[in-house]
């Protein structure tokens, strides 16, 4: 009895094949019920959200535009300077002395030993100067080491990584800054004995009326010696386009000692409150208000960062003019260099730009949670044509994934 109640042998072939149908069906229950989402899917493109910053470079040429005032010798002399390059110095402040020949012979000795004096201000400093400024190359060094780092481990989207590099590039910068303001403080010094040695030169000198003639700067500014005649040309606010092709000419440098007639240039004032760079490139014109950075190749320790005020393109090549921030020594003794032009560097989470949308009034990115998509609201902090630099207002994970084709979803 019990053997007959045993499958036979070939029934073993067809339980096979109701196992496998059953298994099929299984299946196909839950492609179907996926079905929808796969479908969905099938049409989506994504990216994964890194941490990194975005910027666009530029490379042309440049031109300095500044206010500047050239004051002439009033009647015929020898020089005598009574600030160095560079200075500033406010409206009214004494700048040169022409003197007669005559009077240079009847000098008092009080007045010529001031004058030695004046001509060696600053030589006690100068060893301390010295130092400062080889270490500020050591630091610049390491800041520009410390940058390559930062720029490897974003690239690589290192977070932690990036954050160690970026707070070193900080603490460097933070040296650096250091560094800036003990060599101000220099100047301030040197200024300083400057200021109490013409006081006492003055009152010397106020002794013997009529046999000098006092030249004073006209207004508050950077002086400058050396005159090339372009002045009145180079001046914020002129025609960005038309300013390339005028040539500086023959540079002519005011010396200590030296004799001139009435009318001949002596110094030059350079207004600091603004100054603007012209700027010449090839690529996409960027729309005025757009922040960059300017760095010249003859400035090699530091870069200008401003506003770009007007911009336009003639045949091909972008023209336009950027207002620094903030006026500098280096620049009053330039006319051209060549620059590289950076849009304001943005660090944060980088996502593709075709991934911003608009959803009822907000901006934002739609990242993957498993299958589905989610609306996450967004600001953007920066973007060039290809990439945005985005703060979640709700959050965007590094490693997330983003939708870089977000206008699928709306044929969903």
């Keep these: 009895m019990a053997a007959s109640d045993r499958p036979k042998s070939g029934d073993f072939p067809r339980l096979k094949l109701v196992g496998q149908i059953l298994l099929a069906v299984l299946l196909l229950w839950y492609a179907a019920s996926k079905g929808d989402r796969a479908l969905f899917r099938l049409g989506l493109r994504t990216a994964e959200a890194v941490y990194g910053s975005v910027e666009t470079r530029y490379e042309g040429k440049a031109v300095f535009l500044r206010n500047e005032h050239v004051v002439y010798a ?10 160095g390059e560079g200075r500033h110095v406010r409206t009214g402040d004494v700048i040169v002395e022409l003197s007669e020949t005559s009077q240079a012979a009847r000098s008092l000795g ?8 004046l001509a060696q201000t600053g030589t006690a400093l100068a060893a301390e100067r010295g130092r400062l400024l080889l270490l500020r190359q050591e630091v610049q060094r390491r800041l520009a080491d410390a940058r390559q780092v930062l720029s490897e481990a974003l690239a690589k989207g290192e977070t932690e990584a990036a954050r160690d590099a970026e707070s070193r590039r900080q ?8 560094i800036d303001q003990a060599l101000a403080d220099l100047d301030r010094m040197e200024e300083q004995e400057r200021r109490e040695l013409l006081s006492q030169r003055e009152a010397l000198l106020s002794l013997r009326p009529g046999d000098r003639t006092l030249v004073r700067s006209p207004s508050a500014g950077m002086i400058s010696f050396a005159i090339d005649g372009l002045e009145d040309e180079f001046i914020p606010g002129a025609n960005p386009a038309t300013l390339f092709a005028k040539k500086a000419g023959r540079e002519q440098r005011l010396a200590d000692g030296a004799r001139v007639e009435r009318g001949d240039p002596l110094f030059r004032v350079v207004e600091t409150a603004r100054v603007e760079v012209a700027i010449r490139v090839k690529g996409t014109a960027l729309a005025p208000g757009t922040r960059v950075i300017l760095d010249f190749r003859s400035i090699p320790e530091r870069s200008f960062s401003g506003r770009l005020v007007e911009s336009t393109t003639v045949d091909g090549e972008f023209y336009g003019r950027v207002e620094l921030d903030a ?26 730009r075709s991934a911003i949308v608009e959803e009822r009034g907000k901006k934002g990115v739609y990242i993957l949670a498993g299958d589905t998509p989610v609306f996450r609201e967004v600001r953007v902090l920066g973007a060039n044509e290809r990439q945005a630099v985005v703060d979640g207002v709700v959050g965007v994970p590094v490693g997330a994934r983003v939708v870089v084709n977000p206008s699928r979803l709306r044929t969903r």
Excluded: W, Y
């Design 327 to 352: 006026f500098d020594f280096s620049l009053i003794h330039r006319r051209e260099a060549d620059v590289i032009l950076t849009t304001e560097r943005r660090e944060g989470i980088v996502v593709p």
């Design 171 to 178: 603490a460097i910068e933070r040296e650096l800054a250091g």
């Design 110 to 117: 009080q007045v010529e030993e001031i004058n030695r004096r």
């Design 74 to 83: 009033p009647l015929p002399g020898r020089v005598t300077l009574l600030v």
